[in-house]
Nanobody, 121 residues
Framework: QVQLVESGGGLVQPGGSLRLSCKAS????????MNWYRQAPGKERELVAG????????NYADSVKGRFTMSRDNVRNTVYLQILSLKPEDTAVYYC??????????????WGQGTQVTVSS
């Protein structure tokens, strides 16, 4: 039922920009905080950005502050990640995520299929 579908990744030269999108369905999007994670081969998945349900507050990993901007459109049920000044170390699969309550003291994480970002000259 819950579905998250990322798009917008691709091959970009260092210093380039990308805008990732995540289309959500199957839940009340406007009530859900959303997150972007990324995972490079052989590395742990890391949280890079988060946004509140209303889009009035965001947070970012130190490694991406000043370059990544997260936003959302609660009419289109879509969350975005604008990435500027891409670096080779940004190369990873980027995943959209939300955590939804399934009762008292119970919640579940939902993930998209991921979109590949490759930064290379």
């Amino acid at each position: 039922q819950v579905q998250l579908v990322e798009s917008g990744g691709g091959l970009v030269q260092p210093g380039g920009s990308l805008r990732l999108s995540c289309k959500a369905s199957g839940f009340v999007f406007s009530s859900a905080a959303m997150n972007w994670y990324r995972q490079a081969p052989g590395k742990e998945r890391e949280l890079v950005a988060g946004i509140t349900s209303a889009g009035d507050s965001t947070n970012y990993a130190d490694s991406v502050k000043g370059r990544f901007t997260m936003s959302r459109d609660n009419v289109r049920n879509t969350v975005y990640l604008q990435i500027l000044s891409l670096k080779p170390e940004d190369t990873a699969v980027y995943y959209c995520n939300t955590r939804l309550s399934r009762g008292l003291r119970n919640s579940a994480d939902y993930w998209g299929q991921g979109t590949q970002v490759t930064v290379s000259s």
